[in-house]
């Protein structure tokens, strides 16, 4: 059974009531919801940080829900989208949802499978999307070629520099960098990183495993250390 509990939705609407409502009819499903009732700071949240299931309101003022789908699907294309609605809405958008919902609401347990299918199907359709940082190219061969092998989207840098500037400017479910390279070492890149991205999931490897270096790893932010030599079960480690 796939557990969509812990997932989060972030859901739009510029009634304050409705948002309330939603979030306690959806309360059971065990999802960390947000409740945004501004649009425009709503996309800016979107586009930023990651999130699982989008559901928001077509009429809003400023943008409405077609403009914000229009925003924000192309930064994460694989997530679903609901959209509530009632009346129409322009074709180009209804081929970017995962379902509508329409207004008034429908019986509370439709309402739920609605939300419970649209979950699912960002499950399974959705790449992860990992950043390898370091500066051995043999390596992130290697690292690239098993995460491949899994379904996994890949970009590799060989330098913790240039590391932390497409991990600020891209979208990366993981960030995995090496402790030890030239330009900037992991922790480093990781407690800059977390300054404009706390949530940024990120694993370091190393060969220098002391307690000084897993204690400063973790003071950063850094989920998880991996050992040098990798073994062929590291892919499966880096999401535990």
Not at 6 to 17: C, M, N, S
Not at 114 to 123: C, K, P, Q, S
């Amino acid at each position: 059974m796939v557990e969509i509990s812990q997932k989060t939705i972030v859901i739009v609407d510029d009634e304050e009531r409705l948002l309330d409502a939603l979030s306690v009819l959806l309360d059971s499903l065990g999802c960390d919801i947000e409740l945004y009732k501004c649009p425009d700071v709503a996309a800016q949240r979107l586009i930023n940080k990651p999130w699982h299931l989008l559901i928001t309101d077509q009429s809003m003022p400023g943008l409405t829900g077609s403009d914000l789908v229009r925003m924000v699907a192309p930064f994460y294309p694989a997530r679903p989208i609901i959209l509530m609605t009632g009346g129409e809405m322009p074709t180009d958008v209804r081929e970017l949802l995962a379902a509508t919902l329409p207004k008034p609401f429908p019986p509370l347990a439709e309402l739920r499978e609605t939300v419970r299918r649209a979950l699912l199907l960002g499950y399974h359709s959705q790449k992860k999307k990992v950043l390898c940082v370091d500066d051995d190219n043999d390596v992130l061969e290697v690292i690239a070629h098993l995460l491949l092998a899994q379904d996994v989207e890949v970009q590799c840098v060989n330098s913790g520099v240039a590391g932390l500037e497409l991990a600020k400017s891209g979208n990366y479910d993981l960030v995995l960098t090496d402790y030890k390279m030239p330009d900037l070492n992991g922790t480093s890149l990781a407690q800059q990183l977390k300054l404009e991205k706390p949530d940024q999931d990120i694993v370091m490897m190393t060969a220098y495993a002391d307690s000084t270096t897993l204690q400063a790893a973790h003071l950063v932010g850094i989920r998880k250390i991996l050992h040098k030599p990798l073994d062929s079960g590291f892919v499966s480690k880096i999401w535990e």
